[in-house]
């Protein structure tokens, strides 16, 4: 048997605004992007090269899905990802405009940074070592 995480939630604030900062500034592929009704969409996004786990992007739905915005792992790095090459990666990361918190560091398990989304999510971004 084979399972695999084909999904993680991600609640942002505007769909739009998550779209553009994943796909023009992350460089993630759209996936789907699928209306359900006037105000709620299915929207999926993925590293280029990922094929199976995926970003859902939701957008709040209440005071207590938008406190959540940000903030989904209490201040914690909260998603990883991957990189067959950081210094690519990150360079062309800061070009884009993406906001790291730290300079790289190389840690036992690989050469990382922490990034964060415009959303307040904060990210690594890792070369496995």
Avoid: C
């Avoid at 996004?45 to 005071?63: F, H, I």
């Avoid at 207590?64 to 790095?77: C, F, K, T």
């Amino acid at each position: 048997m084979k399972q695999v995480i084909g999904a993680l939630t991600l609640v942002v604030p505007d769909y739009d605004r998550a779209i553009a900062f994943y796909t023009q500034k992350l460089g993630f592929d759209l996936i789907e992007d699928t209306r359900l009704s006037d105000d709620k969409r299915w929207v999926l996004v993925a590293p280029k090269g990922s094929a199976e786990t995926r970003l859902l992007l939701a957008m709040a739905d209440g005071p207590d899905q938008e406190a959540a915005i940000g903030n989904q792992a209490g201040g914690r790095v909260f998603l990883f990802l991957n990189t067959d090459d950081f210094d690519r990666d990150h360079q062309a990361m800061l070009d884009a405009g993406v906001l790291f918190l730290e300079a790289p560091r190389i840690e036992p398990y690989g050469k990382v940074a922490v990034f964060e989304d415009p959303f307040g999510n904060k990210w690594d971004l890792i070369e496995p070592a």
